[in-house]
């Protein structure tokens, strides 16, 4: 020190000693003070009364030192309570926690752990790592200063973590500390109350001994810490209960508005169809309020209105949602885009409806689509009801077209009658005929009135059996539709023989008769409860039809085999005559046709691939065999034919 001069006398330098304190100087001076009191040899009694005032004042210092220490450590812990009285997020929170405690207590590394569903802890925000391999750690339960920190409620710290036997070590947590190249750790557990929520840790990549100020400070900061933790953890479930209610607040006007909607909707239908509006008006306001394209189709799975085509429709899939609509009475989902419900009254099968909505159907939807097919079920319902009233009529007309002497009244006035009765007979026509086996005759009249009025075709019973003229081109398909729907309804098999097409009032009679040749034939059969026409008959077919179309059966039966040969000049329709004629040998059909064996081996399987694979079967064979002979001698009548005409014109 500058100019400073030994006292003379011990007091002199207790004096100087105390000077240096007073002036907050630092200990070097204390040093310096000290050795030139050595070297001016004082008494050694005075000499220990000046080095017992020296360590005094070192004292002193350092407990200056101290207490300015705890004084800032409490400033940073007032300034840490109120930043954590923002309203930060939890991994916000988390951050600043780590960040604090790090920058006060000078450590290298912090993080902290919160507790898991399981005893397990998990890291979730650290500060001054230099991997990343501690957040998002595991931390198993009993392992580590953390848990046994929890276990005890206090805080634990070694001075050197991996060569600290007494802690309980994993591998997880090895190698995270030895890839930080951490030594000491300290583990504060987060308690609120008497519950813990998590542990803070402070740790060092040298060896350190903590204090008891230090400790003292982060258990500070880790109460206030857990509070913070708590007050958030409160926050958010109060935000998201908030957020909750909102929804559920949305949701409640958005399903009163959607069922103010859906009530409109549904009287709007009901006024359609109270003011006598058509099926196909109905599915299209049906399918508006419902934001798709809707279909009705009757039991068969025929459309019978729509508000539009549904694109891309699996039938497959429509065909299972059927059946389980009717088994739930209720509307089902048959893929992702389509919804089906059934159209009911009672028991009784009336068809479904089916939507391709616009968007998924959520809420009260399906409720309106299941309503909706309840409307079409009273529209059906009242159907049948004016077709029950022109029942008799429709009956008197079908019988008097029946008739063999004809009709009574002239041509002109009978289908004037029959388009009062939205019935063109100018239009092709198909008759089917139904046997009931067994059970009353009153349901499949009372159903045959109303389909033939949905079909805008004529009923009428007669022998037994219902008649149904129907329009159409297709009398297998109308054949088969009618068992599809008067089976189920009457619980018991149904006969079906069908005829036609054909047009006029004057073919009904021809196309009744030739209905109940297929009917009987179906019988003879052991047929009972099967549908067919004459087509579906094949060679008897051709023998119970009235005009004998020989072209049409040879053309079902040999049709491809023919158009083969006229294409490409090929000999398959002789290679089949003489495989016919050999007794279906190959090798004597290559004989009598002078080729190869090989050659006709190759000509069958073209035929094959023409034909189809159960040609050769019996049923199959018997009609090609028919065929060709019908063909022969066909083509052996016209060249007789014109060798008789060429002789009368010599």
């Known amino acids: 020190m500058s100019g ?18 007073a002036e907050e100087a630092p200990s070097s001076r204390l040093d310096t003070l000290l050795h030139r009191v050595r070297r001016s040899a004082p008494d050694p009694a005075e000499l220990a009364r000046v080095e017992r005032a020296v360590q005094l004042a070192r004292e002193v210092h350092a407990a200056l030192d101290r207490r300015r220490q705890r004084e800032a450590g409490f400033a940073a812990l007032v300034d840490t309570a109120r930043d954590l009285t923002f309203p930060y997020d939890l991994d916000t929170l988390l951050s600043v926690i780590t960040r604090r405690v790090r920058l006060l207590l000078h450590f290298d590394m912090t993080y902290v752990a919160l507790r898991g569903d399981d005893e397990d802890m998990v890291i979730h925000t650290s500060e001054g790592a230099t991997t990343a391999l501690n957040t998002g750690l595991r931390v198993e339960s009993g392992s ?16 050197d973590y991996l060569d600290d036997d007494s802690i309980k070590h994993t591998e997880s947590l090895d190698r995270v500390v030895e890839a930080e190249g951490l030594h000491a750790l300290m583990a504060v557990p987060l308690r609120c109350g008497d519950s813990a929520v998590g542990v803070l840790y402070g740790a060092d990549r040298k060896v350190r001994h903590y204090t008891p100020d230090e400790i003292g400070l982060i258990c500070s900061l880790a109460d206030l810490a857990a509070v913070a933790i708590e007050k958030t953890g409160l926050l958010q479930q109060t935000q998201e209960q908030v957020a909750e209610l909102e929804l559920d607040g949305f949701r409640a006007r958005s399903s009163l508005a959607r069922l103010e909607q859906l009530a409109e909707a549904y009287g709007r239908i009901m006024s359609l169809l109270v003011a006598g509006a058509d099926l196909t008006t109905v599915a299209k306001a049906a399918g508006d309020a419902l934001d798709g394209t809707l279909q009705m189709r009757d039991p068969a799975g025929r459309v019978l209105a729509a508000g539009g085509e549904i694109p891309d429709l699996d039938e497959e899939a429509v065909a299972r949602a059927v059946l389980a609509t009717h088994a739930r009475r209720g509307p089902v989902q048959a893929d992702d885009h389509t919804w089906v419900a059934p159209v009911t009254a009672g028991t009784e099968d009336l068809g479904v409806v089916v939507l391709r909505p616009v968007a998924q159907l959520v809420g009260q939807d399906s409720s309106l689509l299941q309503t909706t097919a309840q409307a079409f079920a009273v529209h059906l319902l009242m159907q049948r009801s004016a077709a029950a009233a022109e029942g008799p009529v429709r009956d008197d007309l079908l019988d008097e077209l029946l008739a063999v002497s004809s009709s009574a009244h002239p041509p002109h006035q009978t289908a004037q009658r029959a388009r009062r009765l939205d019935v063109d007979l100018d239009q092709p026509h198909v008759l089917v005929v139904a046997r009931p086996e067994g059970g009353e005759q009153g349901r499949a009249v009372v159903w045959a ?14 022998g037994g059996c219902i008649v149904l003229l129907l329009p159409g081109t297709d009398a297998s398909a109308a054949a088969r539709a009618v068992v599809g729907e008067l089976t189920p309804l009457l619980g018991h098999p149904v006969s079906v023989g069908a005829a036609g097409p054909d047009w006029g009032a004057a073919s009904v009679a021809r196309m009744h008769r030739e209905a109940l040749r297929c009917l009987d034939a179906l019988t003879a059969l052991d047929g009972v409860g099967c549908a067919a026409s004459a087509q579906d008959l094949g060679f008897l077919g051709l023998l119970l039809s009235d005009d004998y179309d020989v072209d049409d059966f040879i053309d079902l039966a040999i049709g491809p085999v023919l158009a083969y040969d006229a294409e490409r000049l090929t000999d398959l329709t002789r290679t089949l005559e003489a495989y016919f004629a050999s007794g279906g040998s190959p090798t004597n059909a290559a004989e009598a046709l002078h080729v190869h064996p090989n050659t006709v081996s190759r000509r069958l399987e073209r035929i094959t691939e023409l034909l ?11 009609e090609v065999h028919l065929a060709l002979r019908l063909l022969r001698t066909r083509a052996a009548l016209r060249e007789r034919g014109g060798s008789r005409a060429a002789d009368e014109g010599r």
């Open 4 to 21: 400073f001069r030994i006292p003379g006398d011990e007091d002199d330098a207790v004096l100087a000693v105390l000077s240096l304190l």
């Open 449 to 462: 009135s109303s389909y033939a009025y949905r079909m805008s075709g004529l009923k009428t019973v007669q």
């Open 612 to 622: 189809g694979t159960d040609w050769q079967k019996p049923g199959q064979a018997l």
């Open 144 to 159: 580590g200063l953390g848990h046994q920190a929890l276990i005890t409620g206090a805080p634990l710290w070694t001075a």
